[in-house]
Structures are given as C-alpha cells and as structure tokens.
Nanobody, 120 residues
Framework: QVQLVESGGGLVQAGGSLRLSCAAS?????????MGWYRQAPGKQRDLVAD???????NYADSIQGRFTISRDNAKNTVYLQMNSLKPEDTAVYYC?????????????WGQGTQVTVPS
C-alpha cells in the first residue's frame, strides 16, 4: 500500500505564509505521476489548487495565481505548496493527490487533509 501524509497546515494571519508538504511512502515499489493540491471549504466542493507533473510542468487555479507555488522532490516522493499572501478565503482543508503506479496497478491516492485557517 502507498500512503500520502500531509503536514504544515495551521492558523495564520492574513498576509502570512504557510508551506504544506505531502510525502508518499509504501511497502511496495511505486512511482508517482502528477501530484497536486486540492482544497475544500465548508459547504463547498473540493477544487484543484495546483498540480505538477513528474517533469515539473505546473498548473494553477486562477484564484491563487501568483501567491502559491507548487514544487516537488522526486527523490523524496514529496510535493510542496508554498502559500504566500494568504487571505481569509484561502481557509479550507487542503488535500494532497497523486497518481501512483505500481507493478500491477495505476491508482489515484489522497492524503488525509490538513486544515489551513486564515481569520478575517
């Protein structure tokens, strides 16, 4: 099994910064394709924030363009989300997502989520 574990969420004042991390680990041999971050605010659907291919091509939601930066370390099977100039509307549970390829399967995995709160 392959698991994604997120860290780095918390409470930060408007204008502040946070860095989220998501590390993939497992007891079997695997590789990761596109990795991404999604977020879900209370009462709303889960939306893409940003994603990044294994080769480093990135894609961002318009709402966070210029404020957030996604990156990854393939050697560490880890994806990061640097969040700057945070706004109250960025408050949500942030979920990591990754395409996982093993010898026999291709699946999409989700992390457990990490809360980011920006008080108004």
């Amino acid at each position: 099994q392959v698991q994604l574990v997120e860290s780095g969420g918390g409470l930060v004042q408007a204008g502040g910064s946070l860095r989220l991390s998501c590390a993939a680990s497992g007891s079997i041999v695997f590789s990761l394709t596109t990795m991404g971050w999604y977020r879900q605010a209370p009462g709303k659907q889960r939306d893409l924030v940003a994603d990044i291919t294994r080769g480093g091509r990135t894609n961002y939601a318009d709402s966070i363009q210029g404020r957030f930066t996604i990156s990854r370390d393939n050697a560490k099977n880890t994806v990061y989300l640097q969040m700057n100039s945070l706004k109250p509307e960025d408050t949500a549970v942030y979920y990591c997502n990754a395409g996982v390829v093993t010898r026999t399967t291709i699946t999409t995995k989700w992390g457990q989520g990490t809360q980011v709160t920006v008080p108004s």
